[in-house]
């Protein structure tokens, strides 16, 4: 005995039965991503064209510059704290052992030491003398040296600090510097060079305990000891060019 199935009627949506000159459409997934207007770049999905569009251009003053920008700005070696008009006295006083002016020294600073004494390193270079780490180190020794004696000397009422003593040091190097420059075209281990050195270690020694005893307290009771301890440091420096 068979078995009678029956099967619901098939509806479709327009109304009747496909004939044969209909169209099928074709399926379509359930998300596809819009395509790119850009051929050349498949993964962008948006117009860039359009999004270009879309902004605004930047707008700039019709004097084409930045309000606020660089024309307002102090110079740089200004922003450094470097006054090279300041400088500059200062070396032109250092050049007169005479006429030395101590105002000029009351606000200290190490740019122009600095100056000068890699300037002193530059000319034992030229000398075939590499002595730009002993220059710095004696430096800084002879600077704690002066600072100790002269604050022992002068006791409680003693003013001098450690930064003034380096940049007095410093810049009273310069006739060292200039020995320095002038050994290059004078015969070494003669009797020139020698009496050359001790003009410029007395011209240094002057102008470093005049600027000493004028600037700090209780410095005029102790010139000679302090005399005395300038002449020990710039006789040091001028070892390394006579030697």
């Not at 420059?181 to 410029?200: D, K, R, Y």
């Amino acid at each position: 005995m068979a078995n009678d199935f029956k099967f619901p009627p098939v509806v479709f949506p327009s109304g009747g039965n496909p004939g044969p000159g209909s169209q099928r459409r074709p399926a379509t997934a359930p998300f596809q991503s819009p395509r790119s207007s850009n051929p050349g770049i498949p993964f962008l999905s948006f117009d860039v064209g359009a999004a270009a569009t879309s902004f605004p251009p930047p707008q700039f003053s019709s004097s084409g510059s930045i309000p606020g920008g660089f024309e307002d700005e102090p110079p740089l070696l200004e922003e450094l704290g470097i006054n090279t008009k300041q400088i500059w006295n200062k070396t032109m006083s250092i050049l007169n052992p005479f006429r030395v002016k101590p105002d000029l020294h009351e606000d200290s600073d190490l740019s122009g030491p600095f100056l000068f004494l890699m300037a002193f390193g530059l000319f034992q270079l030229l000398a075939g003398k590499l002595h730009f780490g002993i220059i710095l180190g004696w430096v800084t020794v002879s600077a704690l040296f002066l600072y100790v004696v002269f604050n022992m000397l002068a006791g409680r009422n003693g003013n001098l600090d450690l930064y003034r003593c380096l940049s007095l040091i410093g810049y009273c190097m310069l006739p060292i510097v200039i020995l320095s420059a002038l050994s290059l075209f004078v015969p070494q281990g003669g009797g020139v060079i020698l009496g050359v050195t001790g003009v410029f270690v007395i011209w240094s020694t002057r102008v470093c305990t005049r600027l000493l005893v004028e600037l700090a307290s209780c410095g005029d009771e102790h010139r000679g000891l302090i005399a005395y301890a300038c002449f020990l440091i710039y006789v040091l420096f001028s070892l390394l060019v006579v030697f």
